[in-house]
């Protein structure tokens, strides 16, 4: 059974940072490629950053020079680094997993919320 668990978000400043990770479990995680998506009520889920198995990494436009994502195929696990955030990144952020004609299996979330 597929599982990925989330942690690291909550409420910050403005300017602030926050690094987020997903623990994943039940699948050959290096083979996979990892994401981290968002979501804001009312509005489409949108793709963050991505890192593939040969860790190549794409972004949002808005993200740019503000997240990295990194992943530890040691530990099953992906992260998020979020530095200088601002209060349009407050959203759900969800870690995803996938691969060709797999997935995408997707974990429970972890709310950011970055006040100004």
């Known amino acids: 059974q597929v599982q990925l668990v989330e942690s690291g978000g909550g409420l910050v400043q403005t300017g602030e940072s926050l690094r987020l990770a997903c623990v994943a479990s039940?699948?050959?995680?290096?083979?996979?490629?990892m994401s981290w998506h968002r979501q804001v009520p009312g509005k489409q889920r949108e793709l963050v950053a991505e890192i593939t198995r040969w860790k190549d990494t794409s972004y949002l436009d808005s993200v740019k020079g503000r997240f990295t994502i990194s992943r530890d195929n040691t530990k099953n696990t992906v992260y998020l680094q979020m530095i200088d955030l601002k209060p349009e990144d407050t959203a759900v952020y969800y870690c995803?997993?996938?691969?060709?004609?797999?997935?995408?299996?997707w974990g429970q979330g972890t709310q950011v919320t970055v006040s100004s």
């Open positions: 039940g699948l050959f995680f290096n083979l996979n490629t």
């Open positions: 995803s997993a996938r691969r060709p004609n797999w997935g995408p299996y």
